[in-house]
């Protein structure tokens, strides 16, 4: 879970984890890097991790993956 929190950190990005549950909640705060962040997310899907999205903006919906 750290090697993922990690990975966010020089995004502006914070995050807490459940190790019981492998399970890491992400904090996009809105001077973080969303592109980015969003990029790593789709990224990471290939063999890393699955992901779900909770409470999001505009600005988030707006993003491509790409």
């Not at 966010?8 to 995050?15: R, S, V």
Request: charged share 25%; glycine share 12%; net charge negative.
């Amino acid at each position: 879970m750290q090697a993922v929190l990690d990975l966010f950190a020089p995004l502006g990005i914070e995050g807490e984890g459940l190790e019981r549950f492998g399970l890491v909640a992400l904090n996009l705060p809105p001077e973080a890097d969303l592109a980015g962040a969003k990029q790593l997310l789709a990224k990471g899907q290939v063999g890393w991790w699955e992901y779900e999205e909770g409470c999001i903006t505009e600005d988030w919906i707006a993003l491509d993956p790409r």
